[in-house]
């Protein structure tokens, strides 16, 4: 099952049916898509809208890491680190070891012999945590490093930054791609998911007691019809506010928006063979390694303004710079930066906390009236058991018994054969005739899902170059996107679907017409269209750019709003 433009239409024809559905999930992030596979895998009629494009808010804008969450530890949230570890394990074992893998972190030390005891038994905590529930992952245990290791490891520590470290493991993700292959997966088992369309109100029962689901808006035309559940779950993040004044009533969630950004450098910039870890008065900075790039955050600031766009402003990058460059022997500068972007973490606001940076994310499942169940909270990690929590919530009075939660054992579409493709690549590579890196680079992408790129390639060879501006994307994954992975948009397809909009130094701009054209026969876009979507996405990248230089998130957020968003 694909997410084709024909999947798309029938999904929107038995959505407009009036059949009603078990279980229907509002957003289409790592949440809503895992709690769709949840409730589908259970034998549920499942549906899945989301308002703007599968991941488009904070699960394609995160730090991209699957981890226990050291600081949590501090917070003695020992709960909350062990089932993380426990979700840690099974991504990189069984659900998606192609979209997530093991990554080292150096924590540099410079204090006196206190710190490293500190430290040291922190780590070493947080990774009894681990073996002792066999939940490794084949991570290798954490090793202290005196000062020369430390420094052989990363040449561009500053010598005097440190006077030793200890190196632990964790993992990161693909974070925007694993959502599609959830969302993808999903689909698979039988569930109607479809993006683009946005839940506008609640549906009532005749007595007004329940949500028996809700009235929606194809945005791409308008159109507003019902979609009948006997469950409405939302997964909405930051927007649970939102979902909530729907009702017409207070509910029970308060949602604080924590804006984060990260800086994307090209890899030649730091000498190292490790991230790096720092704690800063504010937030802890993470040094990340990302392909031939390295992500550089985060921020950990309040947001009030537009939820949809978080802006970054230049005072957050002078602060990103300023706070890493205290550890370089080579400071970077904006010269240096590739990408920028910035993301909103839903907080679940407390009234014994005043800080964001003081608050755990553990989520919350509320059921503010009957038929209408809330997630929120939370982070990336434990997506999955969010998900299960939220399904098992909503369908808790069921007449018929609901099957438990099976999602701890299904691979996601990628996944299924990967150990043995994975060791594989020459035989790719031979067989579409292009050379072997790009064939290993298809497969940390795509996972198993890389035979149908090659079966394009096939079809046609010219789809095995390099997209012009494209770092080092095929033209294939473009005309992929757009055939199966429910790209609407150029946005789309620049954005998440691949990692271009970041990773490029020009954000994009030279590759935008070469996708465009490979994209418009798929999409049926004529000339005009083509146009419409250049002229949207080259102003997108312009409004970010100059928010970058705005001093303040107001005048940063203005400056991004001036960007059209895609909406047809």
Same mark, same amino acid.
């Given at each position: 099952?694909?997410?084709?433009?024909?999947?798309?239409?029938?999904?929107?024809?038995?959505?407009?049916?009036?059949?009603?559905?078990?279980?229907?999930?509002?957003?289409?992030?790592?949440? &809503?898509?895992?709690?769709?596979? +949840? *409730?589908?895998?259970?034998?549920?009629?499942?549906? @899945?809208?989301? !308002? #703007?494009?599968? $991941?488009?808010?904070?699960?394609?804008?995160?730090?991209?890491?699957?981890?226990?969450?050291?600081?949590?530890?501090?917070?003695?949230?020992?709960?909350?680190?062990?089932?993380?570890?426990?979700?840690?394990?099974?991504?990189?074992?069984?659900?998606?070891?192609?979209?997530?893998?093991?990554?080292?972190?150096?924590?540099?030390?410079?204090?006196?012999?206190?710190?490293?005891?500190?430290?040291?038994?922190?780590?070493?905590?947080?990774?009894?945590?681990?073996?002792?529930?066999?939940?490794?992952?084949?991570?290798?245990?954490?090793?202290?490093?005196?000062?020369?290791?430390?420094?052989?490891?990363?040449?561009?520590?500053?010598?005097?930054?440190?006077? &030793?470290?200890?190196?632990?493991? +964790? *993992?990161?993700?693909?974070?925007?791609?694993?959502? @599609?292959?959830? !969302? #993808?997966?999903? $689909?698979?088992?039988?569930?109607?998911?479809?993006?683009?369309?946005?839940?506008?109100?609640?549906?009532?029962?005749?007595?007004?007691?329940?949500?028996?689901?809700?009235?929606?808006?194809?945005?791409?035309?308008?159109?507003?019809?019902?979609?009948?559940?006997?469950?409405?779950?939302?997964?909405?993040?930051?927007?649970?506010?939102?979902?909530?004044?729907?009702?017409?009533?207070?509910?029970?969630?308060?949602?604080?928006?924590?804006?984060?950004?990260?800086?994307?450098?090209?890899?030649?910039?730091?000498?190292?063979?490790?991230?790096?870890?720092?704690?800063?008065?504010?937030?802890?900075?993470?040094?990340?390694?990302?392909?031939?790039?390295?992500?550089?955050?985060?921020?950990?600031? +309040?947001?009030?303004?537009?939820?949809?766009?978080?802006?970054?402003?230049? !005072?957050?990058?002078?602060?990103?710079?300023?706070?890493?460059?205290?550890?370089?022997?080579?400071?970077?500068?904006?010269?240096?930066?590739?990408?920028?972007?910035?993301?909103?973490?839903?907080?679940?606001?407390?009234?014994?906390?005043?800080?964001?940076?003081?608050?755990?994310?553990?989520?919350?499942?509320?059921?503010?009236?009957?038929?209408?169940?809330?997630?929120?909270?939370?982070?990336?990690?434990?997506?999955?058991?969010?998900?299960?929590?939220?399904?098992?919530?909503?369908?808790?009075?069921?007449?018929?018994?609901?099957?438990?939660?099976?999602?701890?054992?299904?691979?996601?579409?990628?996944?299924?054969?990967?150990?043995?493709?994975?060791?594989?690549?020459?035989?790719?590579?031979?067989?579409?005739?292009?050379?072997?890196?790009?064939?290993?680079?298809?497969?940390?992408?795509?996972?198993?899902?890389?035979?149908?790129?090659?079966?394009?390639?096939?079809?046609?060879?010219?789809?095995?170059?390099?997209?012009?501006?494209?770092?080092?994307?095929?033209?294939?994954?473009?005309?992929?996107?757009?055939?199966?992975?429910?790209?609407?948009?150029?946005?789309?397809?620049?954005?998440?679907?691949?990692?271009?909009?970041?990773?490029?130094?020009?954000?994009?701009?030279?590759?935008?017409?070469?996708?465009?054209?490979?994209?418009?026969?798929?999409?049926?876009?004529?000339?005009?269209?083509?146009?419409?979507?250049?002229?949207?996405?080259?102003?997108?990248?312009?409004?970010?750019?100059?928010?970058?230089?705005?001093?303040?998130?107001?005048?940063?957020?203005?400056?991004?709003?001036?960007?059209?968003?895609?909406?047809?």
């Amino acid at each position: 099952m694909t997410l084709s433009p024909a999947a798309r239409t029938s999904t929107l024809q038995r959505l407009r049916s009036g059949e009603e559905l078990d279980v229907l999930v509002v957003g289409g992030g790592v949440v &809503g898509c895992g709690t769709a596979l +949840d *409730a589908v895998t259970r034998g549920l009629s499942t549906g @899945l809208i989301e !308002a #703007r494009d599968y $991941a488009s808010g904070t699960s394609s804008r995160s730090s991209k890491l699957i981890h226990g969450g050291l600081r949590y530890l501090e917070m003695l949230d020992f709960g909350l680190v062990h089932e993380a570890l426990q979700e840690r394990r099974l991504l990189l074992t069984t659900i998606a070891p192609h979209l997530v893998r093991p990554v080292p972190f150096m924590y540099p030390l410079s204090k006196p012999a206190w710190e490293r005891f500190y430290v040291g038994s922190g780590i070493a905590l947080y990774d009894g945590l681990a073996f002792g529930v066999r939940q490794t992952a084949g991570l290798p245990r954490h090793r202290h490093l005196g000062k020369k290791a430390a420094l052989r490891l990363m040449p561009s520590l500053r010598p005097d930054a440190l006077t &030793g470290a200890i190196q632990y493991h +964790d *993992a990161q993700v693909d974070d925007s791609r694993f959502v @599609l292959e959830l !969302a #993808r997966t999903a $689909a698979m088992h039988g569930a109607h998911v479809v993006n683009r369309v946005a839940a506008v109100s609640m549906l009532r029962s005749e007595d007004g007691e329940r949500v028996v689901g809700v009235r929606a808006r194809d945005q791409r035309t308008g159109e507003e019809f019902d979609i009948r559940a006997r469950r409405v779950i939302a997964a909405a993040g930051v927007w649970t506010d939102e979902i909530q004044s729907m009702l017409g009533e207070g509910g029970p969630l308060k949602v604080r928006a924590s804006k984060g950004i990260h800086l994307v450098v090209p890899r030649d910039r730091i000498s190292s063979e490790t991230g790096v870890i720092l704690r800063t008065a504010r937030s802890v900075l993470f040094i990340i390694p990302w392909d031939e790039h390295w992500i550089i955050g985060t921020t950990d600031t +309040d947001w009030n303004l537009d939820k949809a766009h978080p802006a970054a402003t230049s !005072a957050d990058i002078d602060y990103l710079l300023e706070t890493v460059n205290s550890v370089l022997v080579t400071p970077l500068t904006r010269d240096d930066i590739d990408g920028v972007y910035a993301g909103l973490r839903p907080l679940i606001s407390g009234d014994e906390a005043d800080e964001t940076t003081k608050l755990s994310r553990e989520h919350v499942v509320a059921t503010p009236v009957p038929g209408l169940t809330l997630i929120a909270g939370g982070k990336y990690t434990t997506y999955r058991i969010m998900a299960k929590d939220a399904v098992d919530e909503a369908v808790q009075d069921f007449e018929a018994e609901v099957a438990a939660s099976s999602t701890d054992k299904i691979p996601l579409a990628g996944a299924i054969g990967w150990e043995w493709l994975s060791e594989r690549p020459q035989i790719l590579a031979r067989s579409a005739g292009i050379d072997q890196e790009h064939v290993e680079t298809l497969l940390e992408r795509y996972g198993t899902l890389t035979k149908e790129l090659i079966a394009l390639i096939n079809a046609q060879p010219e789809l095995g170059e390099l997209l012009p501006g494209g770092e080092t994307h095929l033209k294939a994954e473009i005309v992929y996107a757009a055939a199966t992975e429910g790209a609407v948009h150029l946005t789309d397809i620049l954005t998440r679907r691949t990692r271009i909009s970041i990773e490029a130094r020009d954000r994009g701009i030279i590759a935008a017409p070469h996708a465009a054209a490979l994209a418009a026969p798929i999409l049926g876009w004529d000339d005009a269209r083509v146009a419409q979507e250049l002229d949207i996405y080259h102003r997108r990248v312009e409004a970010e750019m100059s928010s970058q230089t705005m001093p303040d998130d107001e005048s940063a957020a203005e400056a991004r709003r001036l960007a059209p968003d895609a909406t047809l």
